[in-house]
């Protein structure tokens, strides 16, 4: 296998890519135990939950060329933008839909943005879909404007 991506945000899914592009297949063993550090705050919680996202944004990127791409299988044409492409673009195609909602019927549209402020307190899965939402927006506020540098120097003390 090759080096690392120079812009490597994600070392495990940048392997598993490269791996897939030299033509062999990624399988994982579910009985492997996998220990991971939570953060005790929500802060600390968020700002890890961000960085996974930066990183995901970063190595897609970087790869983009086996996105949808027959070449590679079921993984490159399905897996692998199911999995990670498409979960940090759901903001997005939701603000899209509630804007052409706004045109095509305005009282759908003001429905729509009431039943989601009732559910926002009503649903605990409603807030957590919403908190997932904005963690997303700013993790691509902070790919695009390459602000993911400043972060992690301030997480690495």
Known sequence: MGQLHPKCLADDMDIT???????????????????????????????????RNVNVMCTMFNHKSIIFNPRYGWYGFVILPTRKLFPVLVPFIGFLSLFSLFFLNFYLFAMAILALFVLFFVSSSIR???????????????YLFKRYDVAWKKIKR
Do not use: D, M
Not at 21 to 47: C, H, N, W
Not at 128 to 142: C, G, K, M, N
């Open 128 to 142: 957590s879909f919403l908190t997932s939402q904005i963690i997303i927006v700013t993790a691509w506020y902070r």
């Open 17 to 51: 890519i490269q791996v897939r592009k030299k033509g062999y297949r990624v399988v994982s063993e579910p009985s492997v135990p996998i220990y991971e550090a939570i953060p005790p705050q929500l802060g600390g919680f968020a700002s890890q939950k961000i960085r």
